[in-house]
């Protein structure tokens, strides 16, 4: 037993990998027991096993094995991870396990693979199982059929995907081993549990007695619906709704709507494999099909009809094959080839599917004509065809044409499209078979049931019972209207006759159950079986269809509804009784009499004729009284209004009796229920009385109170008939006039345009003036409604008429057409929501309906369509302008276009694009010539027209788009969504293709309401979209996420990832939420909903407004229809639409009182969750061009917590004035509510831009005079405007400076001068400058104004990004078209001028001469005035001692200081960006910071610590070639990024471990957003100091601290690690470290790898680890220069250092040698000249014999493995990037290499001339003597151009002391003779200032970064910066260096250069140049902080010397500053020349 106990001591998961199977045993057991223990998934322990968890599964000892599994299942059961073990796992289970003895082993396998299914791994396991059904042991295919069946029995066909394994169902019933083919039956019968019939297709062609089998076991099966039983894991709720039923005992009635939802409706087609057949036709078909004989024809269609019988064909291009067919369907003489052409498109049409719709529009016209035939067996064929067609497409796609036929003489055509209709309807669904296509059908319909053949009548009987079972009573009765009764009848009976397709689910049955629950709307979803109806209804759709579409249950549930609905408005929902009385008969007059008598007293019947008219008055009133009193039910209306129309009738003579008559007939329509039948009775009357002076105004009232109880249009259509039936002008005119009111009164929905439109045609050539005049005013209400078309019907009017109507038309453009407020209190909620809103949207596509419209098929000739498909181009334009002609002409066209569509579709792809173009634009025209009825066409050239989208020219994807959209906007969307092709186009990886018809949809999407499921189809491509290699289409992918989401929903969409791969699917799935987050409501349906104001206001008063947030939340996101919000439906939904636009008229006294409260409320921390939300993209950001209904939503409810109800209303009312009333409200409250005010500023001011967009002015005054009350308020408050504040007002502000008004053009410049007082001018800049860009030449103007006022009061610090980028835009603008920009833009620049100088010109860059010669114009004018800049700058340093960090309540303490009266008569303002712009002021400022956070610190660190002086260390960078082109003030580098960076920056190196993780999460969470992160930009050194300061607090003080707890240590660590990688990742950040922060950086992190301390925490293993990946990515993104540098300049700092262990230097070569290994791909990018400058800096102090006496031999390996790399990569010319060598001869390095190079061309035996000197440095000259001339060339270029001249001389002086022999005489010849004696004086001045000098430190540093510490650091600072000025001159400080530096030469300074330190004092070892530490500058600096600062105020220099030598001041004597400026610049000469 000895080796046992070996074993024994093993940790566990050793054990399990030992070779002794009792050890693994054991091990396994163990592994058992622990995993049921560890009860934290995401423990750290389960990764332990990953890679073990095969093993279990597959070890090799059967005992073992089985507790292997048994661990296997309890690890995949419990781990976080184990999802990455599945595909291994389960292989091994099938190989494995499967084909084990022992039952045991296979029941715990199958466990294994079921539990991973529950982890969501469900497609893995699958394809193992599948790739299982392959093996050739039977006993593994036995098990994996059963593990798939059990699966399927568990998880169900929704997680199962079917596809795959019905695939291999036939092969497995081959099989030879019976126990195979056993098993496959039984899961083909699991599988037709799940999917019914869809099985048999696929299975049709086993075996037949398998077959037979099967077909007996399938009848056994249990006919309920199968349900889930196993649950995955995502699926816990619907798990525990499971068991809960379980419990109940069965199916609950919950269970209903889940079952829908559980098992989806499997289309065996779906399961088919798809055939290709097109390449499979016979060769010479097309021949034979046009043959003479019919037997070849017949050959022909019968190898068709083979190919077509496959029943799922791939898709392809069917359009010649159908043609054909359709040629000899309408053509072919032979009836036995119609029928076999006629199977052949049925065979087709059901292959091909949705696929086939383009097609149905040609052929359907042709079937339907082709009934004529007599034979059934033709018929039957043509019948067949027809039917599988229509399933294929839409009935509103085929509508045109099959309407065409129902007018055909021949009626067995008219009777077979009767049938056909009937049949197509039974296929629909309310909601697909929509009123405005009931309509034309029952018109065409109603002539068939009157003709004269039976069968036609017969047929039309049977299609109307149809419609009327499908679409319900209630829609389809106003069209049956005349119907007689006996006719009515028999369609109703025919309707009960009616089988739908969909089941019995539309029965009256299921319409009570239905409507029970959801009020009587449910019945919109009646037909839910059908495949779209069902994916409506699926989650979202009762929510978006109920409210739609709602034929009304049994009317019974309306009544109560509609009661309560509308207030009680004394409505008693009377939709049973209305929809009778439509048919009220006639009564005779007796009958009348009786009725009447029975209810009115008997003398006023008496009196009624009576002679006297006194009589007849008090009979009168006697009838009103009665009529009053009458209740609804008892009012015979009919046999009333027949009594006050009996003799004297409406010729009553006596005006009081008439009035009173009148006004009792408006009394009885009111009160009673008054039918069509009654209204016959008065209308004439009234008509007659309209014009009456003294009547007429009670007969409107009749006629309106008429038109409220039979509806408007029919009302209407017999007043205006009446009216110009008789002669009188003044009651046609008055007619027209009362339509006028009407209309808006009413709305215009229903209303018959064309029968108006020809009365008014007739008005408008009256006689009369006031006819015509009332014509024109109705013209202009119904313009409201119907929108330009109208004026089309006008279009032959004279032209003296047409100007008047086009006068009314232009009054009501821009205004909205007023909502509704009658004719819906009568009828019941129900009736009256009846479908109006299609209408409401349908209006203006009726009238383009009823325009006249030529056909103009005939002339699209056969000639025609072959002249546009010839080969000459030229012949192919011709075609093409015959088609634009032909249009043009016939200006409206009917849909019939013959074979253009297929002509112009090949012209699509024409390989001439100018005939593209013109393509595009004849479909663009023939979208508004066709109108509506060009969605047939969609398919077959709109889809077309979207390929074009990828074209490669610009211009032609411009024309496309257009196109597109001019289509969309007459079809509407669906048509483009529906079937495969949209995401057959974005399948194609074209990138043009892609992000236009992605831009398409994102920009279309968001307008609908609902669209088709096949939008799911697309999102495969979305997300590959989203990976795609070009930019823009990854962003426009992302812009369209969530429109997509918005209609599919999250849940589908994350579905949809499943199929991605690992990485990609993560990727998506963060977009996926992140979109989540944007994701915008859908559009409400228009809203209708003020029309109910009159009755649903009560209700809906008392919404709070944070239901109404849930309501919209809801509408979006939930997927059930949740009843309690139905029956709220009649009020609260539709309130919702417009609850925005309108306050109560009257509000209750109680509410009057409530005004006493504060208006703004303050909610703690209101303002900051906004913003975070805000951030966090949760809301929409604030920006738009104009404002979205959704973004006024989104404002309402976040003001609903923090403004007064009565006030909120008032703000978000419809009419102005109520604006006007809320802001007097709140100037009134804005002293009392200061702190109100502050809380709610953000939501005020967002408020505020949307008074911006009124058009009315007094708003706007209004709205400004508030602005400067708050903006005062604000100052005298000392608040700070956020970010978020500003960046949401500031841009809309900056619009209104353009306005045309001059007042308020004032107003605006006087607030954004105020607004200076409360945010920085710098960041005004920016706003302003956008402004710039406006189209409105007014505001160009103004802003440009405003930013010379702002240099003017600021001087050049407030330009952003720098000065020079700012003056180049503005002088943009001097170019401008307009006058008054350009003198502004001149202004501007001129105010610069006074400011600044000359400068001006360098900062301007190359303007045009015209241009530059205006402004020097200018300039000279203006007379230079004395610069003002400077002193006021010193002046504002009070004001901005207090803006430095974001925190307000902060700010808000601090102490109010006087401003100097000079800024404000300039400009109150105080400029604070957060970066200052003259260095001292930058330290005062950050002093008065750290004085007022001191008391936040723990005062284990000096509190200065806390503030990065960014300003100073950012210099330190080396120059990048990124660097922007800098102006003379150095601190224009630094862009002004938001003061809160720099704030939030000051606390990372806090000593308070909490704020410092609090700032270091904040900001990571920047880093991690690629839009945000930019935001860092400029700040990444700053940060990375904080960063390390942090670390080195940790490493001293919280390391050592015993109190601290560990673990907080432990979180400060990660978090520091982990917002550096974040950085880190991001290469555009990480290349801005400059080398100094990265020595620091990476001497923390070593330190820290290194420190022991770290280790023994618990966690510290994993911290050791992170900085690890930390490291190796600061190596690998940083900028490689830099990093390189640093490591060399850290290990030279380390090996002098005695204290460091050897182990840091080590780690410092290990950096360095991963360096090298990266050199190969990185060498480019890197600046050799400063590595070889440290590597000869490094030797200088290290030389060989040094560095041999190292303990190690690394460091010399080091060195030389690097020198070796470099010369291998760079071969000799290497030796060419020694320039910043002084004295190179004399380095070691030198020799080193060329004995590198030299070696190594030995090596390669390369032709180097062997036979000259060996002599290293002749080699060198070889190589670079090749480039002299190159070298020479372009250093002559530079100094002939302007900006450089500097710059060259000094790079040829340097050549020239470099390479004395240079021959530069070749160059000056050619030159003028000034020019050579300009070179040599510029060589003589550099020669003189550079002699006497004595070398400073031969080998100083000489890039900027490696500054000697001698030099204090701050004139580095200003050193580097100038050398950013990319050439350009600098100003005056420099020439007043220069004259120092004479004076001193000249002997007038007594200072000598030698009084500087020597630079070997400050280390024990020769010169040695250090990196200026970023720490150690922190602390000289401060040192020299105070002085500087006192010094400071009494400098009398002008402003740009105070930024050069601002600093220089500090220094001991001038002399030393002037040396040091001069020999800095020496350096910087060389740097640039070694940048060149």
């Known amino acids: ?726 002669k009188n002008p003044k009651n046609q005119s008055e007619t027209l006039n009362w339509l006028s009111n009407a209309i808006k009164e009413f709305g215009f929905s229903g209303l018959n345009v064309k029968a108006f439109i020809s009365n008014v045609k007739t008005a408008l050539a009256a006689t009369n003036p006031a006819v015509r005049t009332s014509a024109i005013t109705l013209l202009g209400v119904m313009y409201l409604y119907v929108g330009p078309p109208l004026r089309m019907f006008f279009e032959d009017e004279k032209p003296a008429l047409l100007s008047q109507i086009d006068a009314e038309f232009e009054k009501m453009q821009g205004q909205t057409a007023p909502a509704p407020i009658r004719g819906i209190s009568r009828n019941s909620a129900v009736s009256g929501d009846d479908g109006e809103e299609e209408e409401q949207e349908d209006v203006g596509n009726d009238v383009v309906d009823l325009l006249p419209r030529t056909d103009i098929g005939d002339k699209i000739t056969a000639e025609l369509v072959s002249k546009i498909g010839d080969k000459n181009w030229k012949i192919r334009k011709e075609g093409l302008d015959e088609v634009t002609s032909i249009i043009n002409d016939a200006k409206f066209i009917q849909p019939n276009i013959g074979e253009l569509p297929a002509a112009l579709k090949s012209r699509l792809n024409d390989s001439n694009k100018i005939l593209v173009q013109q393509t595009l634009s004849i479909l663009q025209q023939l979208a508004t010539a066709m109108g509506p009825s060009i969605k047939q066409h969609v398919k077959n050239l709109g889809i077309p027209v979207i390929t074009v989208l990828g074209d490669s020219k610009n211009n032609v994807r411009a024309a496309a788009l257009a196109t597109v959209n001019a289509w969309a906007e007459q079809t509407g969307m669906k048509e483009w969504l529906e079937g495969e092709d949209l995401s057959e186009e974005l399948k194609k990886e074209n990138p043009f293709l892609r992000q236009e018809l992605l831009g398409w949809l994102a920009e279309k999407l968001p307008t609908l309401r609902s669209v088709p499921s096949d939008l799911l189809l697309c999102v495969p491509h979305l997300y590959s979209c989203l990976e795609d290699r070009n930019g823009d289409v990854r962003k426009k992918a992302q812009d369209a996420l969530p429109f997509f989401m918005m209609h599919l929903g999250f849940e589908k969409m994350a579905k949809a990832t499943g199929k991605l791969k690992p990485t990609s699917k993560d990727q998506v799935l963060a977009m996926l939420d992140k979109a989540k987050a944007n994701m915008p409501a859908k559009p409400a349906p228009p809203a209708k909903a003020s029309s109910r104001v009159v009755g649903g206001a009560a209700p809906a008063k008392f919404q709070p407004a944070s239901a109404l947030a849930e309501d919209l939340g809801s509408n979006a996101m939930e997927s059930k229809p949740d009843p309690k919000k139905a029956k709220a439906g009649g009020v609260s939904s539709k309130a919702k639409g417009v609850q925005g636009k309108k306050v109560l008229s009257k509000p209750n006294l109680k509410e009057d ?375 003379p003030h150095f601190d224009d580098m630094h862009s002004n990024t938001a003061s809160t960076i720099n704030f939030v920056i000051s606390q990372v190196a806090s000593g308070d471990i909490n704020t410092s993780i609090q700032a270091l999460a904040q900001i990571d969470e920047v880093l991690r957003q690629e839009d945000k992160a930019e935001a860092m930009s400029g700040h990444i050194d700053q940060f990375l100091i904080a960063t390390f300061m942090q670390l080195r607090l940790i490493y001293n003080t919280h390391m050592a601290d015993e109190k601290l707890d560990k673990d907080e240590i432990v979180k400060l660590y990660s978090c520091i690690i982990g917002s550096m990688i974040s950085l880190f990742q991001i290469e555009s950040l990480a290349r801005e470290a400059s080398t100094g922060v990265l020595k620091d950086l990476m001497h923390g992190l070593i330190t820290l790898m290194l420190d022991s301390r770290v280790e023994d925490l618990e966690e510290g293993e994993q911290v050791i680890r992170s900085v690890n990946l930390l490291v190796v990515k600061v190596l690998e993104k940083s900028d490689q220069t830099n990093i390189l540098s640093a490591l060399l300049v850290l290990l030279q700092d380390s090996l002098l250092a005695t204290a460091i262990s050897p182990k840091f230097s080590e780690l410092v070569m290990k950096c360095l040698w991963r360096m090298v290994r990266l050199l190969p791909q990185t060498i480019n990018s890197i600046n050799l000249d400063r590595i070889l400058l440290d590597i000869h800096i490094f030797m200088k102090i290290f030389p060989k014999e040094k560095l041999k006496q190292c303990k190690s031999e690394f460091p010399i390996r080091t060195l030389k493995t690097l020198l070796h790399t470099l010369c291998k990569l760079k071969g000799p010319k290497i030796l060419d990037h020694l320039t910043m060598i002084d004295n190179r001869n004399e380095s070691e390095l030198e020799a080193h290499l060329c004995r590198v190079v030299k070696h190594s061309m030995d090596q390669t035996g390369s032709k180097a001339d062997k036979d000259t000197e060996k002599g290293a440095s002749r080699i060198e000259e070889k190589a670079s003597k090749a480039k002299v001339n190159d070298i020479l060339a372009e250093i002559f270029k530079k100094i002939g151009s302007k900006e450089n001249t500097k710059e060259g001389l000094a790079e040829l002086y340097e050549y020239k002391k470099k390479y004395s022999d240079a021959d530069i005489e070749p160059f000056l010849k050619n030159s003028s003779q000034f020019f050579q004696s300009y070179v040599e004086r510029g060589l003589r001045l550099i020669e003189t200032e550079r002699e006497g000098k004595g070398r400073i430190g031969a080998s100083a540093g000489i890039s900027s970064q490696m500054e000697g510490t001698c030099v204090p650091a701050s004139t580095h600072t200003v050193s580097s910066s100038i050398g950013n000025t990319n050439g350009e001159e600098v100003g005056p400080s420099v020439y007043l260096e220069r004259l120092k530096i004479l004076r001193q030469r000249c002997g007038l300074d007594n200072a000598k250069q030698e009084d500087r330190p020597p630079l070997t004092s400050l280390l024990s070892k020769p010169a040695v140049p250090t990196v200026a530490s970023s720490t150690d500058m922190l602390h000289s600096k401060l040192s020299q902080l105070r002085e500087s600062r006192e010094q400071y105020q009494h400098l009398d220099l002008d402003s740009n010397q105070t930024h050069s030598s601002g600093i220089g001041t500090t220094l001991a004597s001038p002399s030393s500053a002037a040396a040091n400026i001069d020999d800095l610049k020496k350096r910087l000469e060389r740097i640039k020349s070694s940048r060149k």
């Open 1 to 726: 037993m000895g080796d046992d106990s070996e074993w024994m001591k093993l940790p566990i998961d050793q054990k399990c990998e030992h070779k002794l199977w009792k050890a693994r045993l054991n091990g396994y057991e163990e592994a058992l027991k622990l995993f049921q223990k560890i009860d934290d998934e995401k423990s750290p322990e389960w990764s332990k096993y990953l890679g073990l968890i095969k093993k279990f599964v597959t070890d090799s000892n059967a005992v073992a094995q089985l507790k292997g599994l048994e661990a296997a299942l309890a690890y995949v059961e419990n781990a976080h991870v184990a999802g990455k073990t599945t595909g291994e796992v389960a292989s091994g289970v099938v190989n494995k396990v499967f084909n084990q003895p022992k039952a045991r082993a296979k029941e715990l396998g199958l466990d294994i693979c079921l539990m991973y299914i529950e982890i969501e791994k469900g497609e893995a396991v699958q394809e193992e199982l599948l790739k299982g059904l392959d093996n050739k042991n039977p006993k593994i295919i036995v098990a994996c059929i059963e593990t798939l069946r059990k699966a399927l029995s568990e998880f169900g066909s929704k997680i199962i995907s079917l596809k795959p394994i019905i695939k291999v169902l036939p092969k497995l019933f081959e099989s030879r081993e019976k126990a195979v083919r056993d098993e496959a039956k039984l899961l083909a019968v699991e599988i037709y549990r799940w999917i019914r019939d869809a099985l048999r297709p696929p299975l049709q062609n086993i075996n037949s007695v398998q077959l037979k089998e099967l077909e007996e076991e399938w009848v056994k099966v249990s006919s309920s619906a199968p349900k889930q039983t196993r649950f995955l894991r995502s699926q816990q709720e619907l798990k525990a709704k499971f068991e809960q039923q379980q419990a109940v005992g069965g199916d609950a009635d919950g269970g209903g709507d889940d079952e829908e939802e559980a098992v989806p409706q499997v289309d065996a087609y779906e399961l088919l494999e798809a055939v290709e057949i097109l390449s499979k036709l016979p060769k010479d078909f097309y021949e034979k099909i046009e043959a003479k004989k019919w037997q070849e024809r017949k050959e022909a269609l019968e190898a068709v009809e083979v190919l077509v019988k496959n029943p799922k064909l791939e898709s392809g291009d069917y359009a010649d094959l159908v043609k054909v067919l359709k040629k000899v369907v309408g053509k072919d003489t032979n009836v036995m080839l119609v029928a076999l052409a006629a199977k052949c498109l049925a065979g087709l049409a059901t292959g091909l599917r949705k696929k086939f719709g383009q097609y149905a529009g040609h052929v359907v016209p042709t079937i339907l004509e082709k009934f004529k035939e007599k034979k059934p067996q033709v018929v039957q064929a043509l019948q067949e065809a027809i039917d599988a067609i229509f399933l294929t497409t839409t009935l509103q796609n085929i509508s045109e044409d099959v309407l065409a036929v129902m007018d055909n003489k021949n009626p067995t055509i008219k009777q077979q499209t009767s049938l056909f209709i009937a049949r197509s309807f039974r296929h629909c669904t309310p909601s697909t078979l929509p009123k405005s296509l009931l309509k034309p059908f029952c018109a065409a319909l109603l002539k068939h049931i009157n003709d004269s053949a039976p069968e036609v009548r017969d047929a039309g009987f049977e299609a109307l019972g149809t419609a009327l079972k499908v679409a319900g009573e209630k829609a389809v009765n106003p069209f049956l209207a005349d119907v007689d009764k006996l006719k009515l009848d028999r369609i109703k009976e025919c309707a009960e006759k009616v089988e739908l397709i969909y089941g019995k689910k539309t029965g009256g049955a299921a319409e009570k159950k239905e409507g029970k629950a959801v009020n009587g709307k449910a019945p919109a979803l009646s037909g839910s079986g059908d495949k779209e109806a069902k994916d409506a209804a699926a989650k979202p759709g009762p929510l978006k269809k109920a409210p739609a579409v709602k034929p009304g249950g049994p009317p019974k549930k309306g009544k109560p509804a509609a009661a309560a609905g509308m207030g009680g408005a004394g409505t008693k929902g009377k939709k049973g009784p209305e929809t009778k009385e439509i048919f009220e008969p006639e009564l005779s007059i007796e009958v009348c009499e009786e009725k009447a008598a029975a209810v009115l007293p008997a003398s006023c019947i008496q009196q009624l004729d009576s002679g006297n008219w006194k009589e007849r008055l008090a009979s009168m009133e006697e009838f009103q009284k009665a009529v009053e009193l009458m209740e609804r039910s008892e009012m015979p209306c009919q046999a009333l209004v027949r009594m006050l129309a009996k003799k004297p009738g409406w010729k009553e003579t006596n005006f009081q009796v008439m009035q009173m008559k009148l006004h009792i007939v408006a009394l009885i329509a009111q009160k009673g229920t008054f039918s069509k039948t009654s209204a016959q009775v008065v209308l004439d009357g009234l008509v007659d009385k309209v014009g009456d002076v003294k009547c007429g105004s009670n007969a409107k009232e009749a006629m309106t109170a008429i038109a409220e109880a039979c509806q408007l249009p029919w009302t209407a259509e017999q007043v205006v008939a009446m009216a110009f039936s008789q």
């Open 1153 to 1527: 009182d409530d005004k006493s409260g504060p208006i703004f409320i303050i909610v703690p921390n209101g303002k900051e969750q906004r913003m975070k939300d805000e951030k966090a993209l949760k809301v929409l950001k604030w920006n738009f061009t104009t404002p979205r209904d959704e973004y006024i939503e989104q404002l309402k409810t976040q003001m609903s917590s923090c403004v007064a109800k009565w006030l909120q209303d008032e703000m978000f009312h419809a009419d102005f004035q109520h604006h006007n009333k809320a802001l007097a409200v709140m100037i009134e409250h804005l002293e009392s509510e200061k702190d109100g005010v502050i809380s709610c500023l953000d939501l005020i001011l967002k408020w505020l831009t949307l008074r911006f967009f009124d058009t009315n002015t007094s708003v706007l005054m209004k709205a400004l005079e508030y602005l400067k009350l708050l903006f005062h308020m604000l100052s005298q408050e000392e608040y700070h405007l956020t970010e978020n504040e500003a960046s949401s007002f500031i841009p809309y502000l900056v619009l209104k400076v353009g306005e045309p008004k001059d007042v308020i053009r004032r107003d605006v410049r006087a607030i954004l001068n105020r607004m200076c007082l409360i945010y920085p001018a710098s960041k005004m800049f920016t706003f302003i400058m956008e402004g710039t860009k406006s189209k409105n030449s007014k505001q160009r103007a103004e802003c440009l104004e405003e930013l010379g006022c702002l240099v003017e009061s600021y001087g050049m610090n407030v330009c952003q990004p720098t000065p020079g980028k700012a003056l180049k835009e503005m002088a943009t603008h001097i170019g401008d078209r307009d006058n008054t920009v350009r003198n502004a833009a001149l202004n501007t620049i001129v105010t610069v001028y006074n400011v600044h100088g000359d400068q001006v010109f360098k900062l301007i860059g190359n303007l045009s001469e015209k241009d530059m010669s205006m402004l020097e114009e200018r300039i000279k004018r203006s007379a230079k005035r004395p610069s003002t800049a400077p002193v006021r700058q010193a002046e504002e340093k009070p004001q901005r001692a207090q803006t430095v960090s974001a925190n307000a309540s902060m700010l808000r303490k601090a102490p109010a200081e006087d401003m100097s009266s000079k800024l404000n008569q300039n400009r109150s303002m105080g400029s604070h960006s957060e970066a200052a712009h003259t260095v001292p002021r930058e330290f005062q400022l950050d002093l008065d910071e750290i004085e007022n956070d001191n008391g936040t610190v723990r005062c284990e660190m000096p509190a200065l610590v806390q503030h990065k002086l960014d300003d100073i260390f950012e210099p330190v960078l080396i120059p990048e070639p990124k660097i922007r082109a800098v102006s």
